[in-house]
């Protein structure tokens, strides 16, 4: 059975059942909702725990099913957990977690406990967490989008009493916070605890966040285009300073930025020649955001505009590998910002 990380407490509230499976790529989420399963667990005697990492081909998955199969002298109840931190059980775990899936039953001995990565559609599918899925509950946690990252901070704030302004002054103070520490959540619930440890519960006004608060930001270069597309011009400037500043390689940067025009010009000719829009996204992998993005995007993307970003993306490639274009920076990260802009400009035009 499948929930959203934003359900287990309720779902906990009815019931602990025998076997959970936590994926996602969120550590602070992650560790927050294994948290909440051990607390209750412990509430019903749950007092025994083992622990086990499988790190690499040669572990031994005997152990855990031997765990499994033992009992304390001390206490009769206990929780085993497996962490899988590659997401790939290898052949020997894809049938031991079957197994275990298969004698998973309502929390009466033994909780399992599965920590996994984020997986694609094919690890999904595959016998072993199918397994675990239909025996158990799997919780899947995705990552804090930036869109959402201010409401986050606001309703952590809340937890430890204390809270922005309010209006248009509040809103301001939460979207400096959530630039500070954008693709970086376990250290904004950081900065979010030292609020708490500076500042009594009440009101917190911006030189107060503004003078706590540290730039942990991390950018995620998959996200760039996103924020492009998007409009975010101080978004993507940041974003370009910071994995520059971060060692990001420049040649990363520019294929991400030219793939997403490639696709853009792909999408475009497909709808030319009478493809659907959304045949069109699916046969070139697009989804989530980035498809309402091209649904709003490319009906303002013409022949000429996308003809004129591939020979930018083709200037910035050269660039980025040393060469000189007449009428562009030589410096690669000012190339990229450029083909960032005239990207944006296109997609908001």
């Known amino acids: 059975m499948q929930i959203a990380l934003a359900q287990l407490e309720a779902h906990l509230q009815r019931g602990l059942r025998g076997l959970y499976t936590l994926h996602g790529d969120e550590p602070l989420q992650q560790m927050e909702a294994a948290d909440a399963i051990r607390a209750v667990a412990r509430e019903q005697g749950f007092t025994e725990r083992s622990a086990f990492t499988v790190a690499g081909a040669h572990f031994d ?9 033992s009992m304390s002298l001390f206490a009769d109840k206990q929780i085993i957990e497996i962490r899988i931190p590659s997401g790939k059980p290898g052949k020997d775990g894809s049938v031991v977690l079957q197994q275990i899936a298969e004698q998973a039953r309502d929390a009466d001995s033994t909780l399992t406990l599965v920590t996994l990565p984020r997986l694609d559609r094919q690890a999904q599918s595959a016998a072993w967490f199918t397994a675990l899925d239909a025996n158990g509950v799997a919780v899947k946690i995705d990552p804090i989008e930036r869109g959402a990252l201010p409401q986050w901070i606001a309703q952590r704030l809340q937890r430890q009493g204390q809270r922005v302004q309010a209006g248009e002054a509040g809103q301001r103070t939460l979207q400096f916070f959530a630039d500070q520490v954008e693709g970086n959540l376990l250290a904004a619930h950081q900065e979010v605890q030292k609020l708490g440890l500076l500042h009594p519960p009440g009101e917190l006004n911006f030189e107060q ?8 930001a991390r950018y995620d270069v998959f996200k760039l285009t996103e924020a492009v597309l998007g409009g975010q011009t101080a978004r993507v400037q940041r974003m370009l300073d910071g994995l520059q500043a971060e ?3 420049a040649v990363l940067v520019h294929f991400t930025l030219a793939e997403e025009i490639r696709a853009l010009k792909r999408v475009r000719d497909a709808l030319q020649q009478g493809t659907p829009l959304p045949v069109a996204l699916r046969e070139q992998r697009v989804w989530g955001l980035r498809e309402r993005l091209y649904e ?5 993307l013409g022949d000429v505009t996308l003809s004129n970003l591939v020979s930018a993306a083709h200037a910035t490639d050269g660039i980025v590998k040393g060469l000189r274009r007449p009428d562009w920076p030589a410096d690669p990260w000012q190339a990229l910002q450029r083909l960032a802009w005239m990207l944006g400009q296109a997609a908001s035009h």
């Open 247 to 249: 060692g990001e390689a």
């Open 296 to 300: 709003r995007v490319l009906p303002r």
């Open 61 to 69: 998955w005997g152990e855990v099913m031997a765990a499994g199969g």
């Open 209 to 216: 966040v503004e003078a706590a608060v540290q730039n942990v």
